[in-house]
């Protein structure tokens, strides 16, 4: 799937199931939830703190695909074509550290 194919398909199902988009800030609030949910596995799984039982089953891809949708959501709301916003940070990404991380010895390999 594109992303601009990702965009028309959680607007159809916004439309068809989900009656209508919840409000810029509401979706925004939700974003911030559903990032804290994806932060929450890869503090405990990856990270230093140690994992409960409860979290063991958590699901990570979900998660993260709930991060996505809720971004689409808001890209769709606020008239972002992402496909065109990815192209575009890619290429500001390169202009500006195109040789950067290259030539940083922290990153340089072993």
Not at 5 to 33: C, H, P, S
Not at 39 to 60: N, P, T, V, W
Request: glycine content about 4%.
């Amino acid at each position: 799937m594109t992303i601009a194919e990702a965009q028309a398909v959680v607007d159809a199902w916004i439309r068809e199931k989900g009656v209508r988009y919840f409000n810029e800030l509401t979706n925004t609030a939700i974003l911030m939830e559903e990032v804290g949910e994806v932060a929450r596995i890869m503090a405990r799984r990856y990270g230093e703190q140690s994992e409960k039982e409860s979290d063991k089953a958590a699901d990570l891809a979900d998660e993260m695909a709930d991060v996505l949708f809720v971004l689409i959501c808001l890209a769709n709301q606020t008239g972002i074509d992402l496909t065109d916003a990815l192209r575009k940070n890619l290429q500001k990404k390169t202009d500006r550290d195109g040789r950067r991380h290259l030539e940083n010895p922290k990153l340089s390999k072993p």
